[in-house]
């Protein structure tokens, strides 16, 4: 997730920018312009296509975990503050599986951190409770196609950043227990035992007890996650870990160089590892002007929470008239994010890329990816830069399928010790 202020595009250029895309490929009712339309319609109804990154959960969270402030089965883009993602989008834009995030922010510590992170874990049960027809928890892998066969969109509970278990193996355990299935080390700042990439260093990777994180993980079968985290701590979690790594939203950092995206030579161990990185949407990861943008961004959200606190709205707010004052560059579209699964396609390896786009955590999308609706618009680029049947597959679902497949046997192999 990356802490912006609210998006503030008008809904109706927000839905226009992918409509012909994502209602051409995917509504049933119309009828294929022509077979391109009809072979991506089909790649995305065979295999569920599984998102990394979303922060719905976070959004609730500021308006006080009202799940009433945010009608999920209606249309959101009409909201006061507009966001990206609901029920009728996510089917428009065939999404069979979500990560939720439970992020709660680094400023909190120790027990209110702790106590944030389940109150979030309970935002994803009550949401999955309030729209059983759409949505489902997942415990295990092979429940994700079960519910995508179904007609459901398969959720699933991220963990974003180490810092909510307060050092406490046990809370790992319980998070686990109520469905958290990935935890990333870090978010923008260092844990204990973990140092994050937009924090000075400090454990120059894992401590022991770093270590001990990544092995009870393996142990239950619980992803690791290494978005957000230095390199250091991105080679010494790969060293540890005996289950394949993700990176649930993070983009290549050859094309764009934030700290927050992966270098070509971790690429490559990602492939030895056989983990994925599943790339994410924001324009600061992925073109240089907006990283550029973004930092100074970062500099002043860092002197507003200061003056601000723990009052995210208000934090919110404030970083959002400084960006009125001070308008990005032009945008990012989506053939930059086409490029970034390209040259990962390239140097990783067709096994090892997904899908992670952090919408509603982050500010602003690409032009043509504004929202959950967008997808088929990227499969349609893909397939027009020449992405087989098979590679496309695998973004889609197949790799992140198969990671969570090889933790659960690890986690199995390693109870029968």
């Known amino acids: 997730m990356n802490r912006m202020p609210y998006r503030r595009l008008p809904a109706a250029l927000a839905f226009a920018a992918c409509l012909v895309s994502s209602t051409a490929v995917l509504v049933a009712a119309d009828k294929p312009r022509d077979t391109t339309d009809a072979r991506l319609r089909q790649i995305l109804r065979e295999d569920p296509l599984i998102d990394g990154h979303n922060d719905i959960p976070w959004q609730y969270r500021l308006r006080a975990n009202d799940l009433g402030a945010i009608d999920l089965a209606g249309d959101t883009r009409t909201l006061k503050r507009p966001l990206s993602t609901d029920i009728p989008r996510l089917r428009r834009g065939g999404v069979g599986g979500v990560f939720w995030s439970v992020y709660v922010p680094v400023t909190l510590r120790g027990e209110a951190a702790v106590r944030a992170t389940f109150e979030q874990i309970d935002v994803v049960h009550r949401l999955c409770a309030k729209h059983p027809d759409a949505l489902e928890l997942v415990r295990k892998a092979d429940d994700i196609e079960r519910i995508h066969r179904a007609g459901r969109i398969a959720s699933l509970i991220g963990m974003e950043g180490g810092h909510s278990i307060d050092n406490s193996l046990g809370n790992l355990r319980k998070m686990h227990a109520l469905g958290a299935r990935?935890?990333?080390?870090?978010?923008?700042?260092?844990?204990?035992?973990?140092?994050?990439?937009?924090?000075?260093?400090?454990?120059?990777?894992?401590?022991?007890?770093?270590?001990?994180?990544?092995?009870?993980?393996?142990?239950?079968?619980?992803?690791?996650?290494?978005?957000?985290?230095?390199?250091?701590?991105?080679?010494?979690?790969?060293?540890?870990?005996?289950?394949?790594?993700?990176?649930?939203?993070?983009?290549?950092?050859?094309?764009?160089?934030?700290?927050?995206?992966?270098?070509?030579?971790?690429?490559?161990?990602?492939?030895?590892?056989?983990?994925?990185?599943?790339?994410?949407?924001?324009?600061?990861?992925?073109?240089?002007?907006?990283?550029?943008?973004?930092?100074?961004?970062?500099?002043?959200?860092?002197?507003?929470?200061?003056?601000?606190?723990?009052?995210?709205?208000?934090?919110?707010?404030?970083?959002?008239?400084?960006?009125?004052?001070?308008?990005?560059?032009?945008?990012?579209?989506?053939?930059?994010?086409?490029?970034h699964l390209d040259h990962v396609l390239k140097v990783a390896g067709e096994d090892h890329v997904g899908l992670g786009s952090d919408f509603d955590g982050i500010t602003y999308a690409p032009k043509g990816l504004e929202d959950v609706s967008c997808y088929p618009a990227l499969f349609a680029e893909l397939q027009r830069r020449r992405w087989t049947r098979d590679e496309m597959k695998k973004l889609a679902g197949r790799n992140i399928l198969r990671v969570m497949h090889v933790a659960e046997r690890v986690a199995q192999e390693q109870s029968a010790k």
């Open 182 to 339: 990935y935890m990333s080390l870090t978010h923008a700042a260092n844990t204990d035992w973990a140092d994050a990439a937009t924090d000075e260093p400090r454990a120059r990777g894992l401590t022991a007890f770093g270590e001990d994180v990544v092995r009870e993980m393996n142990r239950l079968g619980m992803l690791v996650d290494l978005s957000h985290v230095s390199k250091p701590t991105m080679l010494a979690a790969m060293t540890v870990s005996k289950a394949p790594v993700i990176f649930s939203h993070s983009s290549a950092r050859a094309l764009c160089d934030h700290p927050r995206n992966v270098d070509d030579e971790t690429l490559r161990l990602l492939r030895e590892n056989g983990g994925v990185i599943m790339i994410n949407f924001f324009p600061g990861y992925l073109v240089p002007a907006h990283a550029a943008y973004a930092e100074k961004l970062r500099v002043e959200r860092k002197r507003l929470q200061g003056i601000h606190g723990d009052n995210f709205s208000a934090l919110d707010d404030g970083l959002a008239e400084w960006r009125q004052a001070n308008p990005p560059p032009p945008n990012a579209t989506l053939g930059d994010v086409a490029d």
